[in-house]
């Protein structure tokens, strides 16, 4: 435990919000999750600053936006967490002649960005609104759908540091991939929001095809179910629903999770899971894949923290 440490902070310096052994499941879309030592929202990014140079050096941190693509055990995890949903929530049009931009802070919610670039008359985002998470989420893992993905139109990023220094990066200062994105230099930084460049088009078609879009990942994929999105990558020339579906595995269920009847790369929590429960379903699909496929899935999903003793 990190209380001796956290007990440090003098919160009367900070502007937002500390909160000590907090239950996670309240902050992940899969509803489960032990407490965590502390966890803060920030009030903007120069109190971010602030709360991150008041951290022990030693202290793990992590960066959580809506919560998807996160299992947390249910044991818990000792460090702290740093909300970014409804805190670092800036998005605006920046004007510069043929080059307008969009800004969107790393709690801004994907769907919410397409829109907003919609109603400003842009095309090409559309696919954001199929990400059920925030932007700070979509760059750290390069999400996305529908064959497109959040680096295609990223420009430059925000970034921060342990000692609180915000920097402007360029997508050369990464090698970015399909749902991976690798930091070429040292240090950890963690992103707070990113520049997009779309293109001048038809508003009105594009919120049409953000309704299309919606209308297809309604009909495709448990939503009204606690999820956390697809559990595993597609491998090259494949899809892991395919391989999970071919394996028998829909259905599937253990405690109170189980593998969607609905979209086979979805794991759901209909009501009682535990995060050790998803976890295990996580493991035994892939190992039935494994076996029965020769394919080696990678993991979409975080999981970190400690399982129960």
């Not at 509803?31 to 602030?50: E, F, H, M, N, S």
């Not at 818990?76 to 004007?95: Q, Y």
């Not at 990023?157 to 230099?185: E, K, L, M, N, S």
Request: glycine share 12%; aromatic share 8%.
């Amino acid at each position: 435990m990190y209380m001796g440490e956290i007990g440090q902070i003098d919160q009367a310096r900070l502007d937002g919000e500390l909160r000590i052994e907090e239950p996670m499941r309240r902050h992940t879309s899969w509803r489960v999750g032990g407490a965590v030592d502390q966890c803060y929202k920030p009030a903007d990014v120069a109190d971010l600053a602030a709360f991150l140079r008041l951290l022990p050096g030693t202290q793990p941190v992590i960066f959580i936006g809506l919560g998807s693509n996160l299992l947390v055990r249910d044991g818990g995890w000792r460090g702290s967490v740093v909300f970014t949903h409804s805190a670092l929530s800036r998005l605006v049009l920046i004007e510069s002649g043929c080059s307008d931009h969009i800004y969107a802070e790393a709690g801004v919610a994907g769907p919410k960005l397409a829109r907003f670039a919609a109603m400003h008359g842009f095309e090409g985002g559309e696919f954001l609104a199929g990400i059920p998470g925030t932007i700070g989420g979509a760059l750290a893992m390069n999400a996305g759908c529908y064959g497109s993905e959040t680096w295609d139109v990223v420009t430059r990023v925000h970034t921060i540091d342990r000692q609180g220094r915000v920097r402007v990066r360029d997508p050369a200062d990464f090698d970015i991939g399909y749902r991976t994105v690798i930091p070429r230099f040292e240090g950890e930084e963690f992103f707070v929001g990113g520049w997009f460049r779309l293109r001048p088009g038809d508003g009105n078609r594009s919120r049409q095809k953000i309704k299309t879009l919606l209308q297809r990942r309604i009909a495709a994929q448990p939503l009204q179910i606690p999820n956390a999105g697809s559990v595993f990558r597609n491998p090259p020339h494949d899809h892991a629903a395919r391989l999970i579906d071919l394996c028998g595995l829909k259905g599937l269920r253990r405690g109170g999770a189980m593998v969607s009847t609905k979209h086979a790369n979805f794991i759901v929590n209909p009501g009682g899971a535990s995060a050790a429960d998803i976890e295990w379903l996580i493991e035994h699909v892939h190992a039935t894949v494994k076996e029965k496929c020769g394919v080696n899935l990678q993991r979409e999903v975080r999981v970190i923290g400690e399982t129960l003793q």
